[in-house]
């Protein structure tokens, strides 16, 4: 069935010979990603390149982002668009969580370009193998581990739901999958859903700014540091900040990649590509000009 066969959580050794970069949502901007790999100097050899997932849908090169499957020092989630691909590639089942992908990935104009790919269902076996959660170098230590999913984790002090194969800070609480909170067009009762389609820290950021309160606290005392993407929040630039939003240990990766690039034409300067290299803790912000702008300046 539909999702029930992928790999949850995939662990990975801590490199010890060269460094680790998140990328955030590329959603078929593979040009820009190869401006930001250049300018940050990375070597295949060595280095490793995670992704938050949504490597298709809505940018000028979606073939290209999938390419990326077939390269060592790639390392994805699954993200929701990739989901829907997943869906479509596997057809019309009776599988009502397979039908509700399908249809969302037809609304989001994706069998415009899967109709012109025809090699699609050549990548079914390395999307079948996207986990949800990929976790990085365990036993590293808290400042060298880190997390990268979709769209959000969530803590718990019980682990009612038997996920306790992440890493923990506090061994009185147990990272747990969030089953209480359901995404609207994804809403099948499970909590896959929330890992890829979830939104509830950055609701809870949209009403302290609302109601003008301070955010919540940048870190989760129970989690390593987790890299998503998923929803949309442009680095803030200026005096002293220059950096993704960090909310509970998540730090949100999607910069709008898609808005950037807009066939060739003159993107929307707010948006763009997002690259951060946890080994250095810094990164870099490429838009649709192909210019490139740093993170965290201020480290090394």
């Known amino acids: 069935m539909f999702l029930d066969d992928q790999p949850t959580v995939i662990h990975h050794d801590a490199n010890t010979t060269g460094r680790d970069f998140i990328v955030g949502d590329l959603h078929g901007c593979r040009g820009m990603l190869n401006t930001l790999l250049e300018h940050a100097g990375f070597d295949a050899s060595q280095d490793r390149l995670f992704s938050v997932g949504d490597l298709v849908d809505r940018g ?19 993200g929701n668009h990739d989901a829907m691909l997943l869906a479509w590639i596997l057809g019309d ?19 415009k370009w899967t109709k012109e790919f025809r090699k699609a269902g050549d990548f079914l076996p390395l999307l079948e193998n996207l986990p949800l959660v990929r976790v990085i170098g365990k036993d590293a230590g808290p400042t060298r581990r880190f997390h990268v999913a979709h769209a959000e984790l969530r803590m718990s002090g019980s682990a009612s739901c038997g996920f306790t194969d992440l890493d923990l800070d506090m061994s009185a609480a147990s990272l747990v999958w969030d089953d209480e909170h359901f995404v609207p067009g994804f809403d099948v009762g499970d909590w ?4 890829l389609c979830g939104r509830s820290l950055i609701k809870v950021a949209q009403s302290c700014i609302g109601e003008r309160m301070a955010l919540p606290p940048e870190q ?3 989690l390593s540091t987790t890299y998503v993407g998923h929803t949309i929040v442009p680095p803030v ?37 997002t690259l951060w290299c946890h080994t250095e803790n810094r990164g870099w912000l490429v838009g649709w000009d192909g210019a490139v702008r740093n993170l965290q300046e201020e480290c090394s």
């Open 220 to 222: 989760c005392p129970y």
């Open 93 to 111: 089942t009776r599988d009502p969580r397979q039908q509700i992908y399908k249809y969302i990935f037809t609304r989001n104009k994706g069998w």
């Open 192 to 195: 896959r859903d929330h890992v």
């Open 60 to 78: 000028p090169d979606s073939e290209g982002c999938l390419d990326l499957l077939r390269e060592p020092w790639f390392f994805p989630v699954m």
């Open 237 to 273: 630039f200026g005096p002293g900040q220059n950096e993704a939003l960090r909310i509970q240990s998540h730090v949100f990766l999607d910069s709008g990649a898609f808005k950037a690039a807009q066939d060739g034409q003159d993107g929307d300067p707010r948006y763009g590509l």
